[in-house]
């Protein structure tokens, strides 16, 4: 049973505007989130992550916003680029630092110049 | 930076074969893990390790083995290949602070005919 989900397979965006990836999660001990990108042909590579103490964290262009009422997390890029097309996943892990990250099934981004 | 080696990029073996995939990390990272990536279904864990000589069963190691004799190398074995093992092979490092952050090699796409 998936207990990270990400119901978009995909999502097209133009170069410039804001992505917004989305991941909804159904255990509610899971308390440390974060997000991977990855490109073809190669592994993923981490992103942000954000503890459940916080609802919101920021870095640069990506900013991760938690809500635990809703178990839902999401991901805005912004502004887009071209580069940023790959493959997101977001994981959940129980404790923080804990050995099992449950990982979501991706959504591929497209960002069309 | 933090280097997570596979050995092989794609290998093609036939059902019965025994397979082994190599993972070395070069950060003295304590733990290591193995995942495959399917279409449709993210990251599942497989094995990880937390210690040399040490091995804890993930979500998939039914048809898996795995073996830590040296901290900075985890290698995977399949006993004997079957095609639904056909897929993408992701081993990945973290050390023991509480981030959770993995750490990525690039992927071993195996193909069992």
């Known amino acids: 049973d998936q207990q990270v989900k990400q119901n978009s397979p995909s999502l097209s965006v133009q170069e410039g505007r804001i992505s917004i990836l989305n991941c909804d999660y159904t255990?509610?001990?899971?308390?440390?989130f974060l997000w991977y990108k990855k490109y073809p042909a190669e592994g993923p590579t981490f992103l942000i992550s954000i503890s459940s103490i916080k609802d919101k964290n920021e870095d640069g262009r990506f900013t991760v916003f938690l809500n635990k009422s809703a178990k839902h997390l999401s991901l805005h890029i912004v502004p887009s680029q071209p580069g940023d097309s790959a493959v997101y996943f977001c994981a959940a892990a129980g404790q923080t630092g804990a050995n099992n990250l449950f990982f979501g099934t991706g959504t591929r981004l497209t960002v069309i110049p | 930076d933090v280097k997570v080696t596979q050995s092989s990029r794609y290998l093609v073996k036939r059902t019965g074969e025994k397979v082994f995939l190599e993972c070395v990390q070069d950060?003295?990272?304590?733990?290591m893990f193995w995942y495959r990536q399917d279409p449709g279904l993210g990251l599942r864990l497989i094995y990880f390790?937390?210690?040399?000589?040490?091995?804890e069963k993930g979500d998939i190691p039914e048809g898996y083995s795995v073996s830590r004799e040296k901290k900075e190398r985890f290698s995977l074995i399949l006993e004997s290949a079957s095609t639904n093992q056909t897929s993408m092979y992701l081993c990945?490092?973290?050390?023991?602070?509480?981030?959770?952050?993995?750490?990525f090699g690039e992927g071993s796409r195996l193909t069992v005919l």
């Open positions: 950060m003295d990272h304590e733990n």
């Open positions: 390790s937390y210690d040399v000589k040490m091995k």
């Open positions: 990945a490092s973290r050390d023991s602070t509480n981030t959770g952050e993995l750490f």
């Open positions: 255990n509610s001990m899971f308390d440390y």
